[in-house]
Nanobody, 119 residues
Framework: QVQLVESGGGLVQAGGSLRLSCAAS????????MGWYRQVPGKQRESVAF???????VYVDSVKGRSTISRDNAKNTVYLQMNSLKPEDTAVYYC?????????????WGQGTQVTVSS
């Protein structure tokens, strides 16, 4: 089992910045990657950014150049730095950890943190 605790959401004006944090605990050694997803009411949850245990990063096109995902292995924490925020970035952001053990893959989720960007 992996537990995830998110922080850093809030209200910000367009053009502003936020940094989301996600601290993992539990079966840390089984984690092969961590990322951030977001969801708005009535829409499917979408992947925003992901970082593998090898350090490879992937971003959705809409945040490329504006966001950076990083990790601090000593703190078992992943960050999402979001700059030049737009109203369309408004969503609930969820931290995700993908873990593999015994041939099985499991996804774990945080409780979500609200990001609201005002125009």
């Amino acid at each position: 089992q992996v537990q995830l605790v998110e922080s850093g959401g809030g209200l910000v004006q367009a053009g502003g910045s936020l940094r989301l944090s996600c601290a993992a605990s539990g079966s840390i050694s089984s984690i092969v990657g961590m990322g951030w997803y977001r969801q708005v009411p009535g829409k499917q949850r979408e992947s925003v950014a992901f970082i593998t245990s090898a350090g490879t990063t992937v971003y959705v096109d809409s945040v490329k150049g504006r966001s950076t995902i990083s990790r601090d292995n000593a703190k078992n924490t992943v960050y999402l730095q979001m700059n030049s925020l737009k109203p369309e970035d408004t969503a609930v952001y969820y931290c995700n950890a993908r873990a593999k053990r015994g041939g099985y893959t499991n996804d774990y989720w945080g409780q979500g943190t609200q990001v609201t960007v005002s125009s």
